[in-house]
């Protein structure tokens, strides 16, 4: 089957770093996309990763090993708006987003 | 701004009552949209693909005809849950894909349904 597993929770403080690992088992793979949800809120787009490496953006990075079947989120610099939870999701090979359960980030002053 | 939207942003009803949420394309003719629930602490669950002319491609498990999905036009597609239980409270998402070439997807803001 299928399967995106990444932490339930994860805490840090502010203006810390913190890294978000995402493991997957798909049937195919067109790219894994890191949403950024907010309670109560609809998710919001990260970052998209299709080919090996690390793209970065602003505080955000995301990297990607396919052999691995692996991927992590990096967030620097934390501030308490960061407070949210990340969603991994990777699209298989029928171009459908197979999504992981989030990991909710605190953030502590 | 925003790119997709719903209507409503939340509604409570009775057990037994249906429910229309409406999800809008504001910016670019979508012919297929995504219908996404999502349960307290739960990840995303795509519920059913919506095509626009044609009939929804709906999840393993989804009751096509409880949860009704119309594509009427490119700008427009509608969910609406038929004879609503309290199990069937939820937050429902819509979504499409940002171009016609790209994978991502905008999400619309949701509709947070609680059946009494």
């Known amino acids: 089957g299928q399967n995106i597993d990444q932490p339930t929770e994860m805490t840090a403080t502010e203006g810390a770093i913190v890294q978000i690992n995402c493991t997957y088992q798909?049937?195919?793979?067109?790219?894994l996309f890191w949403y950024q949800q907010h309670a109560g809120e609809a998710p919001t787009f990260l970052s998209y990763?299709?080919l090996d490496g690390l793209e970065e953006k602003g505080r955000f990075s995301s990297f990607l090993s396919r052999s691995k079947g692996y991927s992590y989120l990096l967030l620097k610099e934390l501030q308490m708006k960061d407070s949210a939870s990340y969603l991994c999701a990777v699209m298989d090979s029928n171009y459908q987003l197979i999504w992981g359960a989030g990991t909710k980030l605190i953030i502590k002053p | 701004g925003a790119v997709v939207s719903q209507h409503p942003s939340w509604v409570i009803c009775k057990s037994g009552t249906s429910v229309k949420i409406e999800c809008r394309s504001l910016d670019f003719q979508a012919t297929t949209m995504f219908w996404y629930r999502q349960f307290p602490k739960q990840s995303l669950m795509l519920m059913a693909t919506?095509?626009?002319?044609?009939?929804?491609?709906?999840e393993q498990g989804v009751e096509k005809d409880k949860f009704l999905i119309n594509h009427a036009s490119l700008t427009l597609s509608t969910l609406t849950v038929t004879s609503a239980h309290p199990e069937d409270s939820s937050f429902y998402i819509c979504a499409r894909d940002v171009t016609s070439e790209s994978n991502e997807q905008f999400f619309g803001p949701g509709t947070r349904l609680t059946v009494l």
């Open positions: 798909t049937s195919g793979f067109n790219g």
């Open positions: 919506s095509n626009e002319g044609s009939k929804a491609t709906y």
């Open positions: 990763n299709v």
